[in-house]
Nanobody
Framework: QVQVVESGGGLVQPGGSLRLSCAASGSIFTIYAMGWYRQAPGKQRELVAT???????NYADSVKGRFTISRDNAKNTMYLQMNSLKPEDTAVYYC????????????????WGQGTQVTVSS
């Protein structure tokens, strides 16, 4: 069994900051890439940022310079530091993990969390 759980969402004023966490747990053999996505009401889910096992990162243009993705491989946890938040950042934020689980046979697949709400409003 593998679980991916996000935390850290909430209500913040424009210009404020939040730090999201994404923890993967269970029978994990290794985690390859992890990523953050978001979905605003009435819109499709979109990429926010990704990070590989060797810390190579990729960001959506809309968050470059404001958001920072990082991971702690020892804890199987990924973070998203969000600064200078804007109302248009309001969305449900989801994380995923591309991982190999201790299943028989070994199976590599993408696991998604349930999402955490981020609301940027005054």
């Amino acid at each position: 069994q593998v679980q991916v759980v996000e935390s850290g969402g909430g209500l913040v004023q424009p210009g404020g900051s939040l730090r999201l966490s994404c923890a993967a747990s269970g029978s994990i053999f290794t985690i390859y890439a992890m990523g953050w996505y978001r979905q605003a009401p009435g819109k499709q889910r979109e990429l926010v940022a990704t990070i590989t096992s060797d810390d190579s990162t990729n960001y959506a243009d809309s968050v470059k310079g404001r958001f920072t993705i990082s991971r702690d491989n020892a804890k199987n946890t990924m973070y998203l530091q969000m600064n200078s938040l804007k109302p248009e950042d309001t969305a449900v934020y989801y994380c995923n993990a591309d991982l190999l689980a201790f299943t028989i046979p070994r199976t590599r697949r993408l696991y998604w969390g349930q999402g955490t709400q981020v609301t940027v409003s005054s």
